[in-house]
């Protein structure tokens, strides 16, 4: 079993569309929880970075975490068409972990 | 804050040459550095970390002989591809971990380097 889990998609959405994307893990260890945003040919841009249980929310983006049930998700609201990347998920616990990243398509 | 840079952004070699990669951390001290590399459509594929002022540890397949990385000061990382072929040709990404306040377990990702090897 992987550490984490993440669905590749490709997810497609109609703008203004609200998004979830989702990861799931194993390792209880983990502590920090951050979302990668990858745009094509381009280097990963961290967009959320949390610690433990909760939401946390900045713009349009809001980041929840579940240790209870190790899920992660990741909600865009108004989703744009800049919004089309591939969104990675990270958690660490010293040691860093990635998931595969989901590819989102954002139609004007 | 936290911005990562890497030189240069693309570059084409013919085979059997080297190549070096530079990762900056701009505005930041890194005690630790990570190389990825990455093939299109997939997910990064971590192949070295890198601790400032001692040896890179490398994961399981990666030649560390081919894949040559110095870690020379709390702000900058090389790699180098020594003798490249075209199987190297890839996406390569550095990422500086910020290690002193603020945020301690956070990677920031450079924009990434193309090598194409002919």
């Known amino acids: 079993q992987k550490e984490v889990e993440q669905d590749p998609g490709p997810l497609s959405v109609p703008e203004g569309a609200i998004v979830s994307l989702n990861c799931t893990y194993s390792n209880s260890a983990f502590q920090y929880f951050m979302w990668y945003r990858q745009y094509s040919r381009k280097g990963p841009e961290l967009l959320m970075y949390?610690?433990?249980?909760g939401n946390k929310e900045d713009g349009r983006f809001t980041a929840q975490v579940d240790k209870s049930s190790k899920y992660i998700s990741l909600f865009i609201r108004d989703s744009q068409p800049s919004d089309s990347a591939t969104y990675l998920c990270?958690?660490?616990?010293?040691?860093?972990?990635f998931g595969t990243g989901t590819s989102l398509t954002v139609i004007p | 804050g936290a911005v990562v840079s890497q030189h240069p952004s693309r570059v084409i070699c013919k085979s059997g040459t080297s190549v070096k990669i530079e990762c900056r951390s701009l505005?930041?001290?890194?005690?630790?550095m990570f190389w990825y590399r990455q093939f299109p459509k997939q997910s990064l594929m971590l192949m070295a970390t890198s601790n400032e002022g001692s040896k890179a540890t490398y994961e399981q397949g990666v030649e560390k002989d081919k894949f040559l990385i110095n870690h020379a000061s709390l702000t900058l990382s090389t790699l180098t591809v020594t003798s490249a072929h075209p199987e190297d040709s890839s996406f390569y990404i550095c990422?500086?971990?910020?290690?002193?306040?603020?945020?301690?377990?956070?990677?920031?990702f450079g924009p990434g380097t193309r090598l194409t090897v002919l």
């Open positions: 505005d930041f001290q890194a005690t630790t």
């Open positions: 949390t610690y433990s249980s």
């Open positions: 990422s500086a971990q910020w290690a002193s306040g603020g945020r301690t377990d956070t990677q920031y």
């Open positions: 990270a958690m660490s616990e010293g040691q860093f972990y």
